[in-house]
Structure formats: C-alpha cells, structure tokens
C-alpha cells in the first residue's frame, strides 16, 4: 500500500477567492474520512466565526448545510464521506441543520436520471438560503457546478474525492475548495517490482465505471 501526499501551489480562479487543493493517493476508509476532514477545516477557517458567535450575544442564525454525495445511502465509501463530514460539526448544534442528498449515480447512470436530479434541486432549494454547499466524487461536483449560477451564487463549496482534477474544471468558479485523489501509480508499481522483481505480469482490476475507466486508462499510460 503506498500513499502520497504533497501540496498543490495555491492559485487563484476569479476574484479574490483563494483555492488550496491537496494532492493524496487514498486507500481505506481512514484516508477517505481524513480527506473530508480536512476539506472542510480548511473552509471553518472562513465560517468558524460566524458558526460560534459570542456568549454573550443574541443567538447564532440557522445556517443550512447541504451535502450532495455522488452515490447512494449505504454505499461505505459515502458513509465514511458522511462520518468525516458530520464529526466537524457539534453535535445537536441548534444553529446548524445539515441537508443531505443522494444523487445515486451508481444505480441510474443516463440522462433522465440527471436531468429529473437537476429539476429536483432546483425545486427543493430554490429558497432555502443555503450557506454552505459539501460535495464528494465528481458527479456531485459537476451538478454543483450546472447548478451555481441559479442556486448557489456565491455560496461557498467545498469537495472532496474528484478524480482527475485539473485546474480547468472550476475555471470561472470563485469561492470554491476542496480536497482531489491523486493515485501515484508509476510509485506504486515501482514499489511493487521492488518487492516482486520476478513479478511478469501486472492486472488492472475495476469496477464498470466511468470514473474507474478513467483510472484505468490512467493506469495503462503510467505503464506504458
């Protein structure tokens, strides 16, 4: 099991938001519940403040968190997602009402599904004052994305979990952060001839996924 972590130059993307994007190969559960930890300390620096108030003031607003997860309740990547993401937040936190979202990719991939999703949100939430917008895995990045100018506008976002990130997929977008998955997969071979230097053979195993088709054709190139 090999694992890589290293900072990505901070940049800029539109006015004067700052966007820090870490780079971590993942595995398990713990790296995955890390990710979102630390995706969403990086934006409670901004909001932490307005969350906590002071004791001796009138009492903090209701601030409405929504959670989009690309998959389904129960699916464990999500809910280790979930678990990180909640353990930020105080428990029974009467100023904080977290909103959850399942877009269910893994079960209906297709067109239907996406738009009949999009006109959902769009109706749920046209006036709910969202504060503060999560979102894990690509697909929930990309709904996020279709949707910002009619729902979330200057809404702050933070992800975690995208695959095959480039600086180009949140061009335009400000006031946006988070967390990628960067699988270092010509160290990880490496490693693994270093240990196996009779190993012949190498097999790429995945799920039927567009992300993990991706990965695949990743992989091959890393290879080659």
């Given at each position: 099991?090999?694992?890589?972590?290293?900072?990505?130059?901070?940049?800029?993307?539109?006015?004067?938001?700052?966007?820090?994007?870490?780079?971590?190969?993942?595995?398990?559960?713990?790296?995955?519940?890390?990710?979102?930890?630390?995706?969403?300390?990086?934006?409670?620096?901004?909001?932490?403040?307005?969350?906590?108030?002071?004791?001796?003031?009138?009492?903090?607003?209701?601030?409405?968190?929504?959670?989009?997860?690309?998959?389904?309740?129960?699916?464990?990547?999500?809910e280790?997602?979930?678990?990180?993401?909640?353990?930020?937040?105080?428990?029974?936190?009467p100023?904080?009402?977290?909103?959850?979202?399942?877009l269910?990719?893994?079960?209906?991939?297709?067109?239907?599904?996406?738009?009949?999703?999009?006109?959902?949100?769009l109706?749920?939430?046209?006036d709910?004052?969202?504060?503060?917008?999560?979102?894990?895995?690509?697909?929930?990045?990309?709904?996020?994305?279709?949707?910002?100018?009619?729902?979330?506008?200057?809404?702050?976002?933070?992800?975690?979990?995208?695959n095959?990130?480039?600086?180009?997929?949140?061009?335009?977008?400000?006031?946006?952060?988070?967390?990628?998955?960067?699988?270092?997969?010509?160290?990880?071979?490496?490693l693994?001839?270093?240990?196996?230097?009779?190993?012949?053979?190498?097999?790429?195993?995945?799920l039927?996924?567009?992300?993990?088709?991706?990965?695949?054709?990743?992989?091959?190139?890393?290879?080659?």
């Amino acid at each position: 099991m090999f694992f890589r972590m290293s900072a990505n130059p901070c940049f800029l993307a539109g006015k004067p938001h700052l966007h820090t994007l870490l780079r971590r190969g993942l595995a398990g559960p713990q790296a995955i519940c890390f990710v979102a930890f630390l995706a969403l300390c990086i934006l409670l620096c901004f909001i932490r403040p307005a969350l906590a108030g002071d004791a001796d003031s009138a009492p903090a607003p209701l601030r409405h968190i929504l959670i989009l997860h690309s998959y389904h309740p129960g699916y464990q990547w999500t809910e280790n997602i979930n678990q990180g993401i909640r353990s930020v937040f105080p428990k029974e936190d009467p100023s904080v009402r977290i909103l959850l979202e399942y877009l269910d990719i893994r079960s209906l991939d297709d067109e239907t599904h996406w738009f009949q999703l999009r006109s959902l949100l769009l109706h749920k939430y046209a006036d709910a004052n969202i504060d503060l917008v999560l979102c894990s895995d690509n697909f929930a990045l990309t709904m996020v994305l279709e949707l910002r100018d009619r729902l979330f506008v200057d809404i702050p976002v933070v992800f975690c979990g995208i695959n095959h990130f480039s600086p180009d997929l949140i061009a335009g977008h400000g006031n946006i952060t988070g967390v990628v998955e960067d699988i270092d997969l010509e160290d990880t071979v490496r490693l693994a001839l270093s240990l196996r230097p009779d190993m012949k053979r190498i097999a790429l195993w995945g799920l039927g996924h567009p992300n993990a088709d991706q990965s695949r054709s990743t992989a091959v190139a890393a290879l080659q």
